[in-house]
């Protein structure tokens, strides 16, 4: 079931937008947040309130699904590891999953990849918890 589904659209200089959407599913393993578009400094932080408030009902077990993700930045980058890290104090999880090749790479440069879970599918991810 598809409980939550929000597209923010900030607008920049000119007349380029660039689309974030977030579908979060409350599946019995784990809460699948799927997050299509790109992460950046104009959304990361809505992105962030918005899987930070699942956390605060309860759902400890995440699964960020970024096949659709086709750019992440360095605010992107914290709010994985802000939430990450909240998951962690509060006894939870988070895995991700569908990494396309360009965002693995920034992933692996900045070092995250060994200190995250990481899967190449959705189903892998589920597994794991």
């Known amino acids: 079931m598809v409980a939550t589904l929000h597209s923010l659209s900030p607008t920049f200089p000119s007349t380029l937008k660039i689309a974030m959407t977030i579908t979060i599913e409350f599946a019995a393993k784990a809460n699948i947040v799927a997050l299509q578009g790109q992460i ?7 992105i ?4 930070l408030a699942v956390v605060a009902k309860g759902h400890k077990k995440i699964v960020f699904d970024l096949s659709a993700l086709t750019y ?5 980058l914290r709010m994985v590891l802000v939430v990450a890290k909240r998951l962690k104090q509060e006894g939870g999880k988070l895995v991700l999953c569908g990494m396309q090749p360009h965002v693995h790479e920034v992933f692996d440069i900045s070092g995250f990849l060994a200190i995250l879970n990481v899967t190449a599918t959705r189903d892998e991810a589920l597994a794991l918890f």
């Not at 950046?40 to 809505?46: E, H, P, V």
Request: proline letters at 0%.
């Open 72 to 76: 992440i930045s360095s605010a992107g």
């Open 48 to 51: 962030e309130s918005e899987v």
């Open 40 to 46: 950046n400094s104009a959304n990361a932080a809505t």
